[in-house]
């Protein structure tokens, strides 16, 4: 059974940082892409960034050069820093994984909000 477990949410004043984990289980992690989605009240949910097994990254245009991806495949941990976080950055984050047969699968969410 994969779970996917995310931490590091919380609230943080305009222009601060927070890191965000993401725990796998029940998937081959190294092979697996992985990603952070988020969510605002009354708004779709969209791509924040994602990383491949090689590892090659993509990110949305609002968090390019404030947010980085990384994952520690020995940990089974992806991670986003973010940092200049922004108060249209507030939203629930979702962790996001697609094996190699390209099942998807979600974390619970983790709040992030931006305020001051």
């Known amino acids: 059974q994969v779970a996917l477990v995310e931490s590091g949410g919380g609230l943080v004043q305009p222009g601060g940082s927070l890191r965000l984990s993401c725990a796998a289980s029940?998937?081959?992690?190294?092979?697996?892409?992985m990603g952070w989605y988020r969510q605002a009240p009354g708004k779709q949910r969209e791509l924040v960034a994602r990383?491949?097994?090689?590892?090659?990254?993509r990110y949305a245009d609002s968090v390019k050069g404030r947010f980085t991806i990384s994952r520690d495949n020995a940990k089974k941990t992806v991670y986003l820093q973010m940092n200049s976080l922004k108060p249209e950055d507030t939203a629930v984050y979702y962790c996001?994984?697609?094996?190699?047969?390209?099942?998807?699968?979600w974390g619970q969410g983790t709040q992030v909000t931006v305020s001051a």
């Open positions: 996001y994984a697609q094996n190699v047969m390209a099942n998807e699968y």
């Open positions: 990383i491949t097994r090689t590892p090659a990254t």
């Open positions: 029940g998937i081959a992690f190294s092979f697996s892409t």
